[in-house]
């Protein structure tokens, strides 16, 4: 029988490179693929007493339906993080979501025709990329330096493609490079947006893993018109299998993300926002936080001090300072999937870079996760690829 599926089908295929990934889940494989948060991260013992604590004392209302914008205490207690962060906003301006990946395929639904231009860094989040897709849009890559995504470039495509939907950007430890954007090309990003009045989306999972005392300010700090829309989850400073996060937005725009979610599954989890919230009170979130951090800092140094030794030195990668991920260039011309079929041998695993960048190429470069494996094995896997690399 034949399947009619719908146009869009076509534009979700796997790719090689996720069947090449498959290899890196076989035991005894010390994986810097993929993006999950430390386990060991996680507050196991806490969250049994708060789910006891929150069955005991607010059972039936935990159990039941809620409000699709979502637990009113707990968009409270998002928009005091955010205030303290430098970000004006009411609660009412904030939608709980299934994590921040919600909020993207929202911004895919949302604003998306067949064939309308989204602009984003090269590379870019792959899971971005993925949930746009489904909308099928055209892909237009912005370069990227060491500060960030490159503000002329930025512009010659605003003049270019002046209808674009949406500036997408992951400007803090981004994923997969590990870079954060400077704070003379936020306000410059934010000037452009509300120039051309083309809405910016700041994904930002990674800004409270910030490794060093230097306050940066959010993209949406710099905004006074409500063109940024903001993304946040509790997803790397708490637990992802939780499944929150938050979209922030001025009234008008928030307004049609609590359509997009009505439509597509009425709401989050009710007991689970409430078990959130219910941890900040009987525990101290933000000390919480902080013992996050010291995991992945440790890991960073781990992996980093490791690589400089290990490493050919004409091999450059970027020196994140927060974050989960740093990212690998190799010399022109050297496949990073070549590396990694190699390196699988050895039972080491990363992704190789070229599944970020939505148009394709740059097959040389390739992301590490530090944050997933303990330290000895960050040192022993990084030992091993130096060997594949050295070899090359
Ligand atoms: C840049 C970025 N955005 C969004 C997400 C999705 O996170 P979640 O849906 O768990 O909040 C991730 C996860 O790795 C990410 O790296």
């Given at each position: 029988?034949?399947?009619?599926?719908?146009?869009?089908?076509?534009?979700?295929?796997?790719?090689?490179?996720?069947?090449?990934?498959?290899?890196?889940?076989?035991?005894?494989?010390?994986?810097?693929?993929?993006?999950?948060?430390?386990?060991?991260?996680?507050?196991?013992?806490?969250?049994?007493?708060?789910?006891?604590?929150?069955?005991?004392?607010?059972?039936?209302?935990?159990?039941?339906?809620?409000?699709?914008?979502?637990?009113?205490?707990?968009?409270?207690?998002?928009?005091?993080?955010?205030?303290?962060?430098?970000?004006?906003?009411?609660?009412?301006?904030?939608?709980?979501?299934?994590?921040?990946?919600?909020?993207?395929?929202?911004?895919g639904?949302?604003f998306i025709n067949e064939g309308d231009v989204v602009i984003c860094e090269s590379p870019s989040y792959?899971?971005a990329l993925?949930?746009f897709r489904?909308y099928m849009p055209k892909f237009v890559e912005i370069s990227m330096?060491?500060?960030?995504m490159i503000m002329e470039d930025l512009e010659k495509a605003l003049v270019e493609n002046p209808k674009a939907k949406f500036i997408y950007v992951?400007?803090?430890?981004?994923?997969?490079?590990?870079?954060?954007?400077?704070?003379?090309?936020?306000?410059?990003l934010?000037?452009l947006a509300?120039?051309y009045?083309i809405p910016i989306i700041?994904?930002?999972?990674?800004?409270?893993?910030?490794?060093?005392?230097?306050?940066?300010?959010?993209?949406?700090?710099?905004?006074?018109?409500?063109?940024?829309?903001?993304?946040?989850?509790?997803?790397?400073?708490?637990?992802?299998?939780?499944?929150?996060?938050?979209?922030?937005?001025?009234?008008?725009?928030?307004?049609?993300?609590?359509?997009?979610?009505?439509?597509?599954?009425?709401?989050?989890?009710?007991?689970?926002?409430?078990?959130?919230?219910?941890?900040?009170?009987?525990?101290?979130?933000?000390?919480?936080?902080?013992?996050?951090?010291?995991?992945?800092?440790?890991?960073?140094?781990?992996?980093?001090?490791?690589?400089?030794?290990?490493?050919?030195?004409?091999?450059?990668?970027?020196?994140?300072?927060?974050?989960?991920?740093?990212?690998?260039?190799?010399?022109?011309?050297?496949?990073?999937?070549?590396?990694?079929?190699?390196?699988?041998?050895?039972?080491?695993?990363?992704?190789?870079?070229?599944?970020f960048y939505p148009n394709g190429g740059h097959?040389?470069?390739?992301?590490?996760?530090?944050?997933?494996?303990?330290?000895?094995?960050?040192?022993?896997?990084?030992?091993?690829?130096?060997?594949?690399?050295?070899?090359?």
């Amino acid at each position: 029988m034949e399947i009619r599926y719908a146009d869009r089908v076509d534009s979700i295929k796997p790719s090689a490179i996720r069947e090449l990934l498959k290899l890196t889940q076989q035991p005894g494989v010390i994986s810097f693929a993929g993006g999950l948060p430390a386990p060991e991260s996680f507050p196991i013992e806490e969250m049994k007493q708060v789910s006891v604590k929150v069955l005991e004392e607010q059972g039936a209302s935990a159990l039941q339906y809620s409000t699709t914008e979502g637990y009113k205490p707990l968009r409270e207690l998002i928009a005091k993080r955010m205030n303290n962060s430098g970000i004006d906003i009411k609660p009412d301006q904030i939608l709980i979501t299934n994590g921040s990946q919600q909020g993207l395929d929202f911004s895919g639904k949302l604003f998306i025709n067949e064939g309308d231009v989204v602009i984003c860094e090269s590379p870019s989040y792959v899971g971005a990329l993925n949930a746009f897709r489904a909308y099928m849009p055209k892909f237009v890559e912005i370069s990227m330096d060491d500060e960030g995504m490159i503000m002329e470039d930025l512009e010659k495509a605003l003049v270019e493609n002046p209808k674009a939907k949406f500036i997408y950007v992951v400007p803090t430890f981004q994923n997969p490079t590990g870079r954060t954007m400077s704070i003379e090309r936020r306000k410059k990003l934010v000037q452009l947006a509300t120039e051309y009045k083309i809405p910016i989306i700041e994904d930002n999972p990674y800004g409270e893993l910030n490794f060093e005392d230097t306050d940066i300010p959010p993209i949406k700090h710099f905004d006074t018109e409500g063109i940024v829309i903001y993304l946040g989850t509790f997803s790397k400073t708490f637990c992802p299998g939780l499944r929150i996060g938050w979209v922030a937005a001025s009234p008008e725009i928030v307004r049609k993300y609590v359509l997009a979610k009505q439509g597509a599954d009425l709401q989050v989890n009710t007991m689970t926002q409430i078990e959130l919230y219910k941890f900040t009170e009987m525990f101290d979130f933000d000390a919480h936080v902080e013992r996050v951090r010291n995991i992945y800092k440790s890991r960073r140094d781990a992996m980093l001090n490791t690589m400089e030794k290990e490493f050919p030195s004409n091999i450059k990668y970027t020196h994140p300072n927060g974050g989960m991920f740093t990212w690998v260039e190799l010399p022109e011309g050297i496949d990073a999937a070549d590396i990694l079929k190699k390196s699988l041998e050895y039972k080491v695993a990363f992704v190789p870079g070229s599944s970020f960048y939505p148009n394709g190429g740059h097959e040389n470069n390739f992301r590490l996760n530090y944050g997933t494996m303990t330290e000895d094995l960050i040192v022993e896997g990084i030992k091993r690829l130096g060997e594949v690399l050295r070899a090359l």
